[in-house]
């Protein structure tokens, strides 16, 4: 199931052939999977280095996975600081929240190069509130921004957030003065054109079939095999078919609905421009303009895969056409009626506190990994190829020393637990967030549920 983002950004290009992996081929680093961390890895290790020979290998297209999937906000890393100072200090949090405001100056960058329409507006995002009790999510977090001198956020009042986004369903909010919204689908493609201006191989329709942990490690795929001095595995949601790296994700679908271009109703609703919002929900909503005058709307806690059958669960959304019409009419009542072009659903990658985790896979010098964005992969994966490409090089470094960079400790159960456990977990969080708009408090049962939810990258 492709994203309109993706389809769009594809029908966009000229000429994208493909080029499958035939036959074996020695690299110094084999990169597994075509998608933002793998690609920004790619361009990084070539931007330190051009002699480096590099391939990164996908098995559909660059861009099949989250990264043509998502709604486009380009989230700074302030939201993380709290955690990730308890992860590695203040210092070491503040470097990562620096790096990540460095990261949207480099997608902006890539976003000026001719050719790469990636339509990035400098509209911030708003963190709304659509019930009372979920006002003031954001208190502990703007405390400390303020006691740090971060003053990235801006507390908005109900009838500015009102005009700002144009719902009257925003009941309180704060914008993130520095984050921006983009088309996820040609900054993916963006990324592929400009790795492969780098002579990055960008190997398409060739999957890993197979990992051998040796050294050197191989990368087995169905028509060759990749001999590299390092890998590299950015394989975000499909990290769980590793052994190493499953007891510490847990994966849930997010559902998402594109409206076909209604440009003059969003100009009437005064949105055209504005700045999208995601909402305070544990199953987050989000709703946004794009560049062309739609609207999309994506909705957490959608299909849980059983074991690592991610794709199974990337047929269909669980929300029908029609709830999700409803869901952005909730916001929006006038566009109640106007056409869906296109639903898709695609992956989120659950770490235990919300934090990326990056390292080496179990005792394999040679083979790194980095995955569990936890909702906000957009500027983490840029901050990520840093501390990837360190990695891959041996450095001693601020990145290769990141509070990030961890090994992946067991934070979920085995099957068939994960999966009974992720419903009953699900549905707790369905009945809190229902409960939430009605002003009641949960009882005991679903307060024992929500101890187990994964963390979110926002704070909750
Ligand atoms: C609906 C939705 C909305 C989201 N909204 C936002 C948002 O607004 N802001 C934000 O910051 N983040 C958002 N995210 C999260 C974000 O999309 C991800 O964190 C990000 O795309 C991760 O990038 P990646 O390169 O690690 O993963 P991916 O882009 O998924 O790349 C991994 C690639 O590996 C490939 N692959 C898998 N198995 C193999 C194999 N065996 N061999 C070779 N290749 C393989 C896959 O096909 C895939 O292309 C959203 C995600 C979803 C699903």
Known sequence: MRSVWLTQAMAAETAAAITPLEGDLAVDVAIVGGGYTGLWTAIELKRRDPSLDVAVIERDVCGAGGSGANAGFALPMWFQVPALERAGGTDAALHVGRASIDAIDDIRALADKPGNDIAMSSAPTVWAATCQKQSGHWDDMLEQMESRQIHSFRLLEADDIQSLTGSDALVAGV????????????????????????????????????????????????????????????????????????????VMMTDAAMTVPVPGLIDSLGVAGAPGFTDSR?????????????????????????????DASLRRTRRSTTELRTIMAAYHPALADVAI???????????????????????????????????????????????LASLVQERDDAW?????????????????????????????????????????????????????????????
Do not use: N
């Open 400 to 460: 290769s020393r990141s509070p990030l960079v961890r090994q992946p400790e067991r934070a979920f159960p085995r099957e068939p637990f994960r999966w009974i456990g992720g419903h009953a977990v699900r549905a707790a969080i369905e009945r809190k967030d229902r409960l939430d708009h009605e002003g009641l408090e949960p009882g005991p049962l679903t307060r024992f549920w929500l101890r187990f939810k994964p963390a979110s990258y926002k704070p909750a």
């Open 282 to 310: 544990t199953f987050i909503e989000s709703c946004r303009p794009t560049a062309d005058g739609r609207m999309v709307v994506t909705k957490s806690g959608g299909a849980l895969p059983f074991g690592d059958r991610i």
């Open 341 to 387: 072009e296109g639903t898709w659903c695609g992956p989120i990658d659950r770490s235990r506190d919300g934090l990326p985790m990056f390292g080496h896979l179990g005792s394999s010098p040679d083979i790194v990994f980095g995955c569990g964005y936890s909702g906000a992969g957009i500027v983490p994966s840029r901050v990520g190829s840093h501390i």
């Open 175 to 250: 914008v993130d003065t520095a984050s921006a919204t983009l088309h996820p689908g040609h900054l993916v493609r963006s990324l592929r054109r400009e790795a492969l201006s780098l002579e990055v191989r960008v190997l398409e329709k060739t999957a890993m079939t197979h990992l051998r942990r040796s050294s050197p490690p191989r990368v087995v795929t169905p028509r060759g095999t990749l001999i590299a001095r390092k890998v590299v595995l950015a394989l975000y949601g499909w990290s769980l078919s590793l052994p190493e790296i499953r007891p510490a994700l847990m």
